[in-house]
């Protein structure tokens, strides 16, 4: 029987899809949908009964700590993180952060060694190169006191008006002030001028220490942070322990500050 039904040709169930004037609604529930918000709301209103006849049948005379030690927010309970675990969990995991935090503050402690030594080559690289700039003023000031100037004669006043030294001497208009060292076209054009090298150098040199500067602030202001952060997790790790003490006041951080108690050994 069931290959003759199968060679019969059926026709496809298609569900009903949603209107095109309820399309902003989303899709169509379908039954089996319907079945599962169904068997959600029976289940809440179940246990709604169960509680209004828990709260019914209450004992006005009953008490118990939780009810006090017990937190809600916006009608749902509340637990806090340390009553979750027990002393000697929290002293674990106290450590463990006082621990991660040492870390943290030692490699910054290293990171900035490091930038300082960067910034100290740095300032003496700058140095260095404005005191051989500052030498070669002073030997251009001196061959300019020493040295005559050059003087060109030419025929005709009409030619001293039209005269073009840079034309004349075939280098840079720049260049022309020089008693020294003036270069021709010809030999610019092959050659590296070594003055404008350091010129970029001296930019670049100075554009890396205001980054190192600035990477220097951020890093002392997070070792500060750090180092609070380790106060504080210190003090919760002994407020744990034994003993007994008492706030004596305040750092300049904020912190309280605790004094323990002497106590005699056995």
Same mark, same amino acid.
Request: charged residues 40%; hydrophobic residues 30%; aromatic residues 8%.
């Given at each position: 029987?069931?290959s ?12 009903r ?28 209103? &179940?246990?709604? %009964? !169960?509680?209004?006849?828990?709260? #019914? *049948?209450?004992?006005?005379? =009953? ?5 006090? @030690? ?6 749902v ?7 979750v ?17 040492k ?39 001196k ?11 030419v025929?005709?006043? &009409?030619?001293? %008006? !039209?005269?073009?030294?840079?034309? #004349? *001497?075939?280098?840079?208009? =720049? ?5 020294? @060292? ?6 610019l ?54 003993g007994?003490?008492?706030?004596v ?18």
């Open positions: 029987m069931s003759i039904r199968n060679a019969i040709p059926q026709r496809n169930h298609k569900e899809a949603q209107p095109r004037s309820r399309a902003k609604h989303g899709l169509l529930e379908k039954h089996k949908d319907y079945v599962l918000r169904a068997r959600d709301y029976h289940s809440k209103q &179940g246990r709604l %009964k !169960k509680m209004r006849e828990k709260a #019914y *049948f209450r004992n006005p005379d =009953e008490f118990y700590f939780k009810m006090i @030690n017990s937190k809600t927010k916006e009608g309970h509340v637990v806090e993180r340390s009553s675990f027990s002393g000697d969990v929290m002293k674990i995991l106290k450590s463990q952060d006082l621990n991660y935090v870390v943290q503050h030692d490699q910054g402690e290293k990171k900035i060694e490091k930038i300082r030594n960067e910034l100290h080559f740095i300032d003496d690289t700058i140095t260095i190169q404005d005191k051989i700039e500052v030498e070669n003023e002073t030997k251009e000031k061959s300019k006191s020493s040295q005559s100037q050059h003087t060109i004669f025929e005709t006043k &009409g030619a001293a %008006k !039209k005269f073009d030294a840079a034309k #004349y *001497f075939d280098t840079l208009p =720049e260049l022309i002030n020089r008693k020294f @060292n003036r270069p021709r076209i010809e030999t054009e092959k050659e590296v001028i070594t003055a404008a090298d350091d010129e970029r150098l001296l930019q670049k040199l100075y554009k890396q220490r205001i980054s190192k500067h600035k990477e220097l602030k951020a890093r002392l202001e997070r070792q500060n942070q750090l180092k609070k952060v380790e106060q504080e997790l210190q003090t919760q790790k002994n407020l744990m322990g034994k007994r003490r008492k706030k006041g305040v750092d300049n951080n904020g912190l309280p500050i605790y004094k323990w108690k002497n106590e005699r050994k056995k």
